[in-house]
């Protein structure tokens, strides 16, 4: 009888946590509110990018490790496209959202630490850290390992926050009044990081820095004085390439010998 209580009590469980991962996936993937809506659509308006330096240097089938998955934003999208990913991320409820929303069932979703990941030497062709540098503690550590389990050839894709004014006014100031719903301390200026910083630790690890750019809004577009009203990102919001890197940057380095 007891053990009857005690599986019914694990289903209801079950039921909950997997009503919880649609609701997370519903706002994670939909919503026009806080900083989840504003990395979505930053992420798509790099895709074409980051893809197409895949292919040109890659081809059309690599194996991507995706550091710091989240909700799988990029994993997601690779897979479509045809590429043998890994997303790993510290967050086991990202990576149910994550899986959820993988349409091509293809993406291999990891529970890992970004410091200690569990994978062999020399596993990918591309290593991909969006968004993830301004969040930790020791970039140089990550970077390390980054360039440990990345094979000689290989690309890392990196994106990430300026430390500048500028960078602290729209992180610090704007994103709070513009966007609803962003946490206290969600981003910290002290974790912000300079683009000279991050190519010495590239450059440590053998990684050469081949590209870095910078990414705004489109000023005069519809969808700018729809968040002026009503502090909402649209779905049409769209972001333009641009040589400034005061707020923040994208950029990748190729491995040209063994770590």
């Not at 910078?214 to 502090?231: A, C, D, E, H, Y």
């Amino acid at each position: 009888m007891d053990e009857e209580i005690e599986l019914q009590k694990f289903e209801e469980q079950e039921v909950d946590r997997s009503e919880l991962y649609h609701e997370l996936a519903k706002e994670w993937y939909s919503s026009n509110k806080g900083p989840m809506a504003l990395l979505r659509l930053e992420t798509n308006a790099q895709l074409a990018w980051i893809l197409g330096e895949i292919r040109k240097y890659i081809g059309f089938h690599a194996e991507i490790l995706d550091v710091g998955s989240g909700a799988g934003f990029f994993s997601n999208a690779a897979a479509k496209v045809g590429h043998d990913v890994t997303g790993m991320d510290i967050s086991r409820t990202s990576l149910r959202v994550a899986q959820m929303m993988d349409v091509t069932g293809r993406v291999k979703y990891v529970e890992g630490d970004a410091y200690r990941m569990p994978f062999p030497n020399e596993s990918f062709d591309v290593v991909v850290a969006m968004d993830l540098f301004e969040h930790v503690s020791d970039p140089e550590k990550i970077i390390s390992e980054m360039s440990r389990v990345l094979r000689p050839g290989g690309i890392f894709f990196f994106r990430t926050i300026n430390k500048t004014l500028v960078s602290y006014l729209w992180m610090n100031k704007f994103m709070k009044w513009f966007l609803n719903h962003t946490p206290e301390k969600y981003f910290e200026y002290r974790l912000f990081r300079k683009p000279e910083e991050v190519q010495l630790w590239l450059e440590e690890f053998d990684l050469e820095i081949q590209a870095m750019r910078g990414l705004r809004p489109v000023i005069f577009q519809r969808s700018t004085w729809n968040l002026l009203r009503n502090r909402e990102l649209h779905q049409t919001f769209q972001f333009t390439w641009c040589k400034s890197k005061h707020v923040s940057y994208t950029g990748y380095a190729k491995k040209f010998r063994e770590h």
